[in-house]
RNA sequence: GCGCCCGUAGCUCAGUGGAUAGAGCAUCUGACUUCGGAUCAGAGGGUCGGGGGUUCGAGUCCCUCCGGGCGCGCCA
């Protein structure tokens, strides 16, 4: 707007389309430097071919007119070389902030999208022969962080865990508890965790008898039982971590249902597939793929990239426009095949996204802990949970990014779990719930008697106006952890407004009965600051603590 | 060999092409007898793996080399 005016007012040269750079504008990282800059002026240097602090200074010229207006949110425009053109909010911007949170806590930090989406995020969705472990732990954390996120971003979201549950694990399942069961020595690919002979011991009279029946197949009978009740058990490990999934998918069920056919026919539609050596194939390097990819094997069995194919057609057949798919570093081959037959099927490519998250290395005495469920030598989520609690160990994932390998020390995260800046956070907030009782007992409360004259008046201090500052940002935050599909961004966040809340509870006196006005105002402030802590730690699925 | 990811403080990690590269932990020095000391104030600690390039500006983009992880089955 301000360009537009100092160009129709002949200060600044008209540009070409052609040439204009976006605007942008960005929050400075020194707050010395305002709340807002932007580089406008050094990009427009080249075009307007005028010195960028002579092009600031027309811009920052008309912006000043603006903020002489009543109710503007522009408080003061300076100009800064080599021609950042920065500008602070008016206190009447930040008052209204306060006011909006205290009025519809709710809705605070929950930010509308420009077009909401109807996303399936999959996720964990570990074969059910044997219960999580901790190699499971990033995955969980990392799909359920991203699920909250989206929502809170507007967007509708589906959490689905996606199962094997017939074909050779089942059946080695099923093998090693009737070895068990029957006394009879464990098979050479058996699993040999304890809760194998658990299983054994809590096969139903009605599965065991059935499967005893001459011509029943009692390693499928007794494994598919097996699947099912470690199935349900995961379920529950899940639980405790606070993840809850919205459809549990079995792998059966896309060729029962027919999708893996329906796939099939809309790739043979698009002359995607081929016959060679007797199976059946899908011509992925078309889609720059290295080399093409079986779909059903020459002795007819499909693979699992058969199946995936007709996941992905399933699961656009119920309405979703975005697919998400967290997966570790060891799938990223199945990456570009997967996408190369969504786009051959007719569906957007960019519809189907895969995050990788690299891997964790659990380590304990400096040696590298073994994940295997054959040996039977992990440690289960549920034991990890039970060491380090369930918020210090959703701060722990949701504040590292997912691309980066991670040494996962169990006896140092024990010991760090103590100082997780978790605690930090949820102190303040704590802090705030005691003030907030205080101020009751004294019979001081914030907002109702409040107008936003007073709060104003309380802005013009130094202290408010930091913490205002500081919380007003969150629905920035959150938009840009939907936007980068990244939490850390939120951990930060909470952080830093922590830290803030504690210099303010330094510098300034909340409950001071000899001054009821500005006691009120400073509590509407901090009870604004303790809702976008809850709403920030509710966002990471961490508890807000009304006390510690 | 080819492909993807990673390399930032002693450690664990942030850092959408912008201003003096940040935080927590660890280390060191301090703090008001009033609202919770799980707190606060301060200090030390960096050739952003090396080298080129792109531009007003590079930890960020491009090339290359070094180091690490992971993949390259009609396995699951």
Redesign the pocket.
């Known amino acids: 707007m301000a360009w537009g005016r100092a160009t129709a007012a002949g200060t600044l040269p008209h540009v070409a389309t052609i040439e204009r750079p976006t605007v942008?504008i960005?929050?400075?990282?020194?707050p010395?430097?305002?709340d807002l800059?932007s580089?406008l002026a050094?990009?427009l240097?080249?075009p307007c071919r005028m010195a960028?602090l002579r092009i600031a200074e027309a811009l920052a010229a008309e912006l000043a007119a603006d903020a002489g207006r009543p109710g503007s949110i522009i408080g003061a425009v300076t100009v800064?070389?080599?021609?950042?053109l920065?500008v602070r909010l008016a206190d009447v911007a930040l008052a209204d902030v306060v006011g909006a949170v205290l009025a519809q806590p709710a809705v605070w930090g929950h930010v509308p999208a420009e077009t909401p989406h109807r996303v399936n995020v999959e996720f964990v969705s570990a074969?059910p022969t044997g219960p999580l472990h901790i190699g499971n732990a990033r995955g969980a954390f990392v799909g359920d962080l991203l699920c909250r996120v989206l929502e809170a971003a507007g967007h509708s979201v589906t959490r689905e865990y996606y199962f094997?549950d017939f074909?050779?694990?089942v059946r080695n399942l099923g093998a090693s508890v009737v070895a068990i069961r029957r006394g009879e020595p464990l098979p050479e690919e058996a699993y040999r965790g304890a809760y194998v002979g658990d299983l054994a011991s809590e096969i139903p009279d009605d599965v065991w008898s059935a499967a005893e029946v001459a011509g029943a197949d009692p390693v499928m009978i007794v494994g598919q039982w097996a699947s099912e009740r470690v199935r349900a058990g995961i379920e529950a490990s899940l639980a405790h971590l606070g993840v809850r999934f919205d459809v549990w998918k079995s792998e059966g069920s896309l060729y029962r249902d027919g999708w893996v056919a329906r796939a099939v026919e809309r790739l043979e539609a698009a002359g995607a597939l081929f016959q060679?050596?007797?199976?059946l194939?899908f011509r992925s390097t078309a889609f720059g793929d290295?080399?093409n990819?079986?779909v059903r094997?020459?002795?007819g069995?499909w693979?699992?990239?058969g199946s995936d194919i007709g996941y992905v057609v399933e699961k656009f057949s119920r309405g979703f426009d975005q697919l998400i798919y967290i997966w570790?570093?060891?799938?990223?081959?199945?990456v570009a095949r997967l996408r190369n037959a969504a786009t051959a099927m007719g569906y957007d490519r960019e519809a189907v996204q895969m995050i990788?998250m690299?891997?964790v290395?659990f380590i304990r005495d400096g040696v590298e802990v073994s994940m295997s469920k054959r040996s039977g030598e992990f440690i289960t989520l549920d034991e990890l949970l039970a060491e380090i609690g369930v918020d210090a160990a959703r701060w722990?994932f949701a504040?590292?990014?997912?691309?980066?390998?991670?040494?996962?020390?169990i006896e140092?995260a024990k010991k760090?779990s103590?100082?997780?800046?978790v605690?930090?956070v949820?102190?303040?907030h704590?802090?705030i719930?005691?003030?907030l009782?205080?101020?009751a007992e004294a019979g001081l409360a914030p907002g109702a008697a409040v107008g936003p004259a007073a709060l104003t008046g309380a802005l013009t201090g130094a202290p408010e106006a930091a913490l205002v500052r500081a919380l007003a940002r969150f629905p920035e935050i959150v938009e840009?952890a939907a936007a980068?599909e990244?939490t850390?961004?939120i951990t930060?966040f909470a952080?830093?407004l922590?830290?803030e809340f504690?210099?303010?509870?330094?510098?300034?006196?909340?409950?001071?009965p000899a001054e009821p006005e500005r006691s009120a105002a400073r509590l509407s402030i901090v009870r604004a600051t303790q809702l976008t802590l809850a709403g920030a730690l509710g966002l990471l699925g961490i508890s807000a603590?009304?006390?510690?």
């Open positions: 942008e960005e929050r400075p990282a020194n010395e430097h305002g800059s580089n050094m990009k240097a080249r960028p800064a070389a080599p021609g950042f920065n074969n094997n074909g050779a694990q060679e050596d007797g199976a194939w290295d080399k990819r079986v094997k020459s002795n069995d693979t699992y990239f570790g570093a060891d799938h990223h081959g199945t990788l690299a891997w290395r722990f504040a590292r990014g997912h691309t980066s390998g991670i040494d996962f020390d140092l760090q103590a100082e997780n800046p605690y930090y949820q102190y303040a704590a802090r719930a005691s003030i009782r205080k101020a840009d980068a990244e850390h961004g930060a952080t830093e922590a830290t504690h210099a303010f509870y330094r510098d300034a006196r909340v409950v001071d603590p009304e006390a510690m």
